[in-house]
């Protein structure tokens, strides 16, 4: 987009320095005087409200910096977002049987899903696929047992009132039935970012890991706008743990390495390989002992073994009488970073909720928390990557800022008047933070674009308006009579400019198609940037050109530079 953008604006002051003035030689030739009209008639009206401005500079600089500071301080309390939701013209819908349900239960229950569906209108096609098959690198949502549906809609209807059709129509049955007009554009989120609140815990001992993990998961669910909270992404395996009791294990004449290697004997069984010959084929046959079929806590701590003694004779131990058996939990998996254990603590965040809204009130209700010694908590979640890479675009916007301006004092041979002119920078982003406020929308990647771009187009008019009046100031015209006239003498053209390019970015801020809503954004903000800093600069740059350009300016010719020859 910047290529193609650059590439337009190199072609297009190609054309206006050649092909513009010569059609107008043209076509301009006999051009006839135009009457007077409704604007030429405001025009002396918009010289006197300047000449105001610039009697009551006070007025209207806190009127600009009181808008700015109340429009950036409203969007800013909306939160942030990575991207903005689009209204595509397909969504997934997953399905959630109960736990113990059979493949012919979520068979039948996904064909009565599929039916309901079908019947909402604007439901095109519904396909569906069960368990892991479905578990695709865009959808990245289901799990074994589940299953998941890709609805494609009929052209006109938005995803997110048929999701809501869709959720009412399956509302009674037994699955649990959930239809998200933004899981394709949440997907692509994820696959960029990570999704949602993630607190990552770390530990080296794993009981404190775990223990903390679900203390941090209790703390997030007393959290307004989360759910699904999980104290990681599997669930904990079941485990016996027996302890030996080294004193009594000596008096049987064992050691806990003996102990174990007999436990770990009767658990797993031993397995002898025979070999069935059929013809030319030869089978492979293992047979297993019932022992590990067997495993349960009972079944661990009634475990015998025989143990022979030093004078020979062999007795029977029992396992209980050595050792203590508990039933436990344990960590499906263990990750590691930077050779630290650690656990994801997750969740999502509820519809209607912003991500970094919800995430700030998790690390303030996380604030009081405090974890056992050696263990470490630290957000990792989407509102990271989101500051992160607005962090990014604040640092581009500043790079931009300082280059336009040094382009603008190379062309003023200056640092004054480029230095007005940036005042209306400012006025852009309060355009733009107004604008972001009446769509409802949060500022995002796209909308932090839309103000870099502001910066660049927004200068134009200001450069304009700063050049014409230091032309009539080195004319000999007077400063206040100069600043007056060079603001209405302008006024067309920088109505017409800004117009215009309002007008191309028009269908791209109603977001009626996939494409123009993920823009939307972009286009909102250049709009109101462009709407508002046009009418200010009007008047801001005038009131700041009076009060900070009072030199006199002077033309000065070869002839002013020749030295007087003594």
Same mark, same amino acid.
């Not at 007999?262 to 030869?282: C, F, H, P, W």
């Not at 004078?311 to 050595?322: E, F, K, Q, W, Y």
């Not at 700030?360 to 996380?366: P, R, S, V, Y």
């Not at 190379?410 to 007005?420: E, G, N, Y």
């Given at each position: 987009?910047?290529?193609?953008? %650059?590439?337009?604006?190199? /072609?297009?002051? *190609? ?33 006197? %409200? ?101 609805? @494609? ?6 995803? %997110? ?6 959720? &009412?129509? +399956?509302?009674?049955?037994? /699955? ?50 989360? &759910? ?21 294990? =000596?008096?049987? !004449? ?15 069984? %031993? ?18 002992? =019932? $022992? ?59 519809? $209607? ?13 996380? =604030? ?32 931009? *800022? ?29 355009? $733009? ?7 409802? @929308? ?31 100031? *080195? ?8 600043? /007056? ?34 823009? !939307?954004? @972009?286009?909102?903000? +250049?709009? $109101? ?38």
């Amino acid at each position: 987009m910047v290529l193609t953008l %650059s590439y337009a604006l190199i /072609a297009s002051l *190609i054309v206006a320095l050649t092909l513009v003035p010569a059609l107008a030689g043209k076509l301009l030739a006999h051009a006839r005087p135009q009457s007077e009209t409704a604007f030429t008639r405001f025009m002396p009206k918009y010289k006197k %409200s300047v000449l105001w401005a610039v009697n009551h500079k006070a007025v209207t600089l806190l009127t600009a910096v009181a808008l700015l500071i109340a429009s950036g301080a409203a969007v800013i309390a909306k939160g942030f977002t990575f991207l903005p939701d689009m209204e595509m013209e397909q969504m997934m819908v997953t399905l959630t049987m109960p736990e113990g349900s059979s493949f012919a239960d979520t068979t039948a229950a996904a064909d009565e899903a599929a039916a309901r569906m079908l019947t909402v209108p604007g439901v095109e096609t519904v396909g569906g696929a069960i368990g892991d098959s479905a578990g695709s690198s865009l959808s990245m949502m289901t799990t074994e047992g589940d299953v998941s549906f890709y609805v @494609l809609l009929e052209s006109g209807y938005k995803a %997110s009132r048929v999701a809501k059709e869709i959720n &009412e129509k +399956c509302a009674d049955m037994e /699955a649990a039935v959930n239809a998200d007009a933004n899981s394709l554009m949440s997907s692509m989120t994820q696959m960029l970012t990570s999704s949602g609140i993630t607190v990552r815990v770390y530990s080296n001992d794993l009981d404190d890991l775990r223990e903390t993990a679900d203390a941090v998961a209790d703390v997030l669910r007393g959290v307004d706008g989360t &759910e699904n909270v999980a104290a990681g992404e599997e669930e904990p395996t079941a485990e016996l743990h027996f302890t030996v009791d080294k004193k009594k294990a =000596a008096k049987e !004449q064992l050691t806990v390495a003996q102990v174990y290697m007999q436990v770990a004997k009767a658990l797993t069984g %031993s397995a002898d390989l025979i070999e069935l010959s059929d013809g030319g084929d030869t089978y492979a046959v293992s047979v297993q002992t =019932a $022992g590990k079929d067997k495993i349960t806590p009972e079944y661990v701590r009634s475990l015998t073994f025989d143990v022979t003694a030093k004078d020979g004779t062999v007795h029977s131990v029992a396992l209980r009488d050595i050792a203590t058996v508990e039933e436990t939990e344990s960590l499906s998996s263990i990750r590691r970073l930077n050779q630290r254990r650690y656990i994801d603590v997750t969740a999502d965040i509820a519809e $209607g909720c912003n991500v970094t809204l919800v995430t700030n009130a998790a690390e303030e209700a996380l =604030a009081s928390f405090s974890p056992s010694d050696g263990t470490t908590i630290g957000f990792t979640g989407e509102r990271e990557s989101i500051v992160e890479a607005l962090r990014q675009l604040v640092l581009m916007l500043a790079v931009g *800022i300082l280059l336009v301006y040094l382009v603008m004092v190379a062309q003023f041979q200056d640092l004054k008047s480029p230095f007005i002119v940036m005042f209306t920078i400012p006025l852009a982003f309060t355009g $733009g933070f107004l604008a972001l406020l009446i769509a409802g @929308l949060e500022i995002n990647l796209l909308s932090m674009l839309g103000m870099i771009m502001l910066v660049g187009i927004i200068v134009n008019n200001g450069i304009v308006l700063v050049d014409y009046i230091n032309q009539l100031r *080195i004319g000999g015209m007077d400063r206040r009579e100069a600043i /007056a006239d060079a603001a209405v003498t302008r006024l067309r053209p920088i109505l017409m400019t800004s117009i215009t390019t309002i007008l191309g970015l028009i269908v791209m801020a109603l977001g009626q198609s996939e494409a123009t809503s993920l823009i !939307q954004p @972009l286009a909102v903000t +250049c709009i $109101g940037g462009l709407l508002y800093a046009t009418l200010m600069t009007l008047y801001v740059v005038p009131v700041m050109y009076d009060a900070l350009s009072k030199k006199a300016l002077y033309h000065v010719d070869e002839a002013d530079l020749e030295l007087s020859e003594k």
